[in-house]
């Protein structure tokens, strides 16, 4: 079946340093969404990307939707506490959502 | 804008139970979705509802079920309810079909203990 991939499941970083998730997808998607979710809350939209090749930039979050729409990537520039949480991509592959795994930002004491 | 509100937000239930969860979508929003949540499992689709019909599923037993009432609000039940089913239990509104382009909106979601 249809799937997107998310890797990696977990990435531990130092305060100030980057962090970089990435999805890639079995079949070419319509568009991706991003979300975020907190320690102990619920996914939050962050973005949809639906070009091919398009890149958006959210202050120190940059997101890309590779050119064959198969894959997407979400880097995070000098990460701060505050971005601590699971990032999920959900592609949208014939009018349905389909979730990755999420990959866990943990930053390192 | 009222957010999505699932109540109850905590449930403890006994195997062979069941159990219903109810979710209050977005003013406006006609699309439900319900997600299963666990340690490490990411978040696995159940089933969406659109203007009181089923139009997506996951692969989920039939033990999971769903509906939509007229005013777009959507319970889902578990029945027989086993250990494995312990999770937290999100519900997503979106506003136009349910299709991949529409954001979802999260509720709070509603954590199920099974003993």
């Known amino acids: 079946g249809q799937q997107v991939m998310q890797i990696p499941q977990y990435q531990h970083v130092q305060e100030g340093e980057d962090f970089t998730t990435y999805c890639n997808s079995s079949?070419?998607?319509?568009?991706i969404q991003w979300y975020k979710q907190r320690p102990g809350g619920h996914p939050v939209f962050l973005i949809q990307?639906?070009?091919s090749g398009e890149v958006k930039k959210q202050k120190r979050l940059t997101f890309q939707f590779g050119e064959a729409k198969k894959n997407s990537s979400l880097h995070i520039t000098a990460t701060q506490t505050t971005d601590v949480g699971t990032y999920f991509c959900?592609?949208?592959?014939?009018?349905?959502?389909?979730w990755g795994a999420g990959t866990k930002l943990i930053i390192k004491p | 804008k009222a957010g999505v509100t699932q109540t109850p937000r905590y449930l403890i239930k006994t195997r062979g139970q069941q159990v219903t969860l109810s979710c209050s979508p977005i003013?406006?929003?006609?699309?439900v979705s319900w997600y299963q949540q666990t340690p490490g499992q990411g978040l696995q689709f159940l089933f969406e509802?659109?203007?009181?019909?089923?139009?997506n599923k996951g692969n989920f037993p039939g033990r999971f079920s769903g509906r939509q009432f007229s005013n777009s609000r959507s319970e889902m039940n578990v029945s027989t309810l086993e250990l494995g089913d312990s999770a937290l239990y999100l519900c997503?509104?979106?506003?136009?079909?349910?299709?991949?382009?529409?954001?979802?909106?999260f509720g709070p979601g509603t954590r199920l203990t099974v003993l």
């Open positions: 990307l639906v070009k």
């Open positions: 003013s406006g929003h006609r699309s």
């Open positions: 997503a509104s979106s506003r136009a079909g349910g299709r991949g382009t529409d954001t979802q909106y």
């Open positions: 959900a592609g949208d592959s014939n009018y349905q959502l389909i």
């Open positions: 079949t070419t998607l319509s568009n």
């Open positions: 509802y659109f203007s009181e019909t089923q139009r």
